[in-house]
Nanobody
Framework: QVQLVESGGGLVQAGGSRRLFCVASGRTFDLYAMAWFRQAPGKEREFVAS????????YYADSVKGRFTISRDNTKNTVALQMNSLKPEDTAVYYC??????????????????WGKGTLVTVSL
């Protein structure tokens, strides 16, 4: 069992930055590929970024490539999402998710095993 808790959401102006964190419980964090998803009002949950257990393999959605950076620290059981050059269309609830496998990929929400409760990011004009 893995429990995930996100933090770092809030209100930010367009063009600004925000850093999200996800802390995982348990002693098997380094067995899980980690990912961030987001869900905007009225829309489906979508993949944002993922990172392999070693941090070597990383994937991004085209919509955030070049602006967002995912990272992990296996010594602290954390995964972070640095978001720069934020746009109003980035407004969403951001979720941390875990999948027990080594590699990363453009994961489907259906395939993820554990989820956090989400943290809201609102980007204003």
């Amino acid at each position: 069992q893995v429990q995930l808790v996100e933090s770092g959401g809030g209100l930010v102006q367009a063009g600004g930055s925000r850093r999200l964190f996800c802390v995982a419980s348990g002693r098997t964090f380094d067995l899980y590929a980690m990912a961030w998803f987001r869900q905007a009002p009225g829309k489906e949950r979508e993949f944002v970024a993922s990172i392999s257990v070693t941090g070597v393999s990383i994937y991004y959605a085209d919509s955030v490539k070049g602006r967002f950076t995912i990272s992990r620290d296996n010594t602290k059981n954390t995964v972070a999402l640095q978001m720069n050059s934020l746009k109003p269309e980035d407004t969403a609830v951001y979720y941390c998710a875990a999948k027990r496998q080594t590699g990363a990929g453009t994961f489907s929400a259906v395939g993820m095993e554990y989820w956090g409760k989400g943290t809201l990011v609102t980007v204003s004009l």
